[in-house]
């Protein structure tokens, strides 16, 4: 064909309507009490960017040195819905990472606050909606972020 091979699957995949590297979040794997506690989890001490130059969005659980049994059950539920994460150690705070824009999606649609500034005004879009094992594991993975 005389083309490279990522040329190749970037436009088979657009004939398939589908990002090649696009992949799915699985949060059916998830129980609701799972779900709402990844949420709170991330309305506690995560954070999202949105690197424009590299096209790039990360999503970020920023956790304590010495939590790392939650350090731990949230790579676990992450990789439960099909997320691949880094971990890094920066002073005492350990960092979970990862590279999705549908997991940057996906907690924007749930979460809302005003302006730019997540920490002090954040809180749950349409709370009345949600199941009560939910909204008990939101309250649970604020806490404990």
């Not at 190749?8 to 979040?25: C, D, F, I, S």
């Not at 009560?132 to 649970?140: A, I, K, S, T």
Request: glycine share 6%; with cysteine.
């Amino acid at each position: 064909m005389g083309r490279c091979k990522s040329a190749v699957q970037y436009h088979a995949a657009k004939l398939r309507e589908k990002r090649a590297r696009e992949k799915e979040l699985l949060v059916e794997n998830l129980t609701d009490k799972e779900l709402g506690w990844l949420i709170g989890c991330y309305a506690g001490d995560g954070s999202r960017y949105l690197r424009k130059d590299a096209y790039s969005y990360e999503v970020k659980f920023a956790l304590s040195e010495n939590e790392y049994a939650i350090v731990k059950f949230v790579e676990a539920v992450l990789l439960k819905i099909g997320m691949k994460t880094r971990r890094s150690i920066e002073g005492k705070r350990v960092y979970v990472r990862c590279q999705s824009k549908q997991l940057y999606r996906f907690m924007e649609r749930h979460l809302m606050w005003d302006g730019r500034k997540k920490s002090t005004s954040v809180r749950l879009a349409n709370l009345s909606s949600y199941p009560n094992n939910f909204l008990f594991g939101f309250l649970c993975g604020l806490i404990d972020a």
